[in-house]
């Protein structure tokens, strides 16, 4: 089946679109990747999600064309995904959409929000799509997240040790999928989450990120305001648990920041992308690591990769391209698996993962224009996830 994957993750900086021939051959799951593109959103949509994203306070006006903005540039991100990658014979489309909200109190998740609306992808493509895959695992008891818990576990069960699949999006989170024993996956906390607030924040707007770590390689760690940050309650819960930018937001920053003198924007950056490195690696130590496989934007900062290998000290770390999927596309691939299994009647979460009391078959499917043929359930279960090439 060929299935396009759409993912926009905490950053909210674009939609990545990656498409791939996928089959299930004897209880493996067998993953060609055809390729990725990305659709940034438009300067004028990206500042309304910003402007309505907590702690800010919003308008069901707002939700309602947010979700429908939202499904709009997904659809056109599927669009061109399916004209330039499928050569316009995509059969499924799964949108994770996009979270503004993820309810979590006491250390329990409550619901979980993701807008851009399936039914403009359909109406575009003319395929069904898969979404809303987070609600059924919170339904269950889960976190619903780290969703790519499943195809982590697949993927990486057969490595020697116990190999951790790193994500650094906005949150950062990792998966330990060792030969022995339950797999473990949770969210360590903020990656690129805090840096970006930081960076936008210090000079205006002007910038929106860390470009190539430029900031944080020009700034020293300032000791009394990471030890501070350090304090921050939710390191220190037991997994699974899941956490997001309802949390760690430019007010967290400004609240860590108070009391003060001003430091230096190369300053601030640098001691954030520290906290990074430094609480994935205090997640990480306890998971006895054989090595860490990174992806997502943050593998594209060269100052937080340096730190994080330093923080890891001499677990090796590498990055998921090293492997044959390439870091920015891994997330949308992997919606495209769990898109794949939906359809195919399959489970698409790990419960030991995400905490929910079973395993349970995600999303919600919108038909397309043709009359809706699902394939038969199948026959096995999915057991080991291979990535090939043509």
Not at 141 to 164: H, M, T
């Amino acid at each position: 089946m060929r299935v396009v994957g759409l993912m926009s993750g905490t950053s909210f900086d674009a939609i990545d679109a990656a498409a791939a021939d996928i089959a299930l051959v004897d209880g493996t799951l067998v993953v060609t990747p055809l390729g990725m593109l990305g659709e940034r959103y438009d300067d004028e949509l990206r500042a309304a999600l910003a402007a309505a994203l907590p702690p800010a306070a919003t308008t069901m006006a707002q939700v309602c064309r947010l979700d429908t903005r939202i499904g709009q540039a997904f659809a056109a991100a599927a669009v061109r995904a399916d004209r330039e990658l499928c050569a316009g014979r995509a059969e499924l489309i799964a949108s994770h959409g996009q979270t503004v909200y993820h309810w979590v109190e006491d250390g329990r998740v409550h619901g979980t929000l993701q807008l851009g609306q399936p039914a403009w992808i359909a109406e575009a493509t003319g395929c069904p799509v898969v979404a809303d895959f987070r609600p059924r695992d919170v339904a269950a008891g889960g976190q619903g997240a780290p969703l790519v818990s499943l195809v982590d576990v697949l993927w990486l069960r057969g490595r020697p040790g116990v190999p951790v699949a790193l994500n650094l999006g906005g949150i950062a989170n990792v998966t330990a999928a060792g030969a022995s024993g339950d797999p473990v996956a949770f969210d360590t906390g903020p990656a690129n989450a805090l840096i970006d607030a930081a960076v936008t924040d210090l000079t205006g707007g002007r910038a929106v990120y860390d470009e190539d770590g430029a900031l944080a390689a020009a700034g020293q760690v300032h000791a009394p305001l990471l030890e501070r940050l350090l304090r921050e309650p939710y390191y220190r819960l037991p997994p699974p648990k899941t956490t997001g930018k309802e949390l760690f937001h430019a007010d967290h920053l400004r609240a860590a920041l108070s009391g003060f003198e001003a430091l230096a924007a190369e300053d601030v950056v640098a001691t954030l992308t520290r906290l990074t490195a430094r609480t994935v690696a205090d997640a990480v130590r306890p998971l006895g690591a054989s090595e860490v496989i990174a992806s997502g934007g943050g593998t594209r900062n060269p100052a937080l990769m340096s730190t994080l290998r330093a923080e890891l000290a001499g677990t090796p770390l590498r990055t998921s391209d090293e492997l044959g999927v390439p870091a920015a596309a891994k997330e949308a691939y992997a919606f495209a698996v769990l898109g794949f299994l939906a359809v195919h009647g399959l489970a698409g979460t790990v419960p030991a993962c995400t905490g929910a009391r079973e395993a349970r078959v995600l999303g919600s499917l919108t038909p397309g224009n043709r009359p809706l043929v699902l394939p038969p359930p199948s026959k096995h279960t999915a057991n080991s996830l291979i990535f090939t090439h043509r």
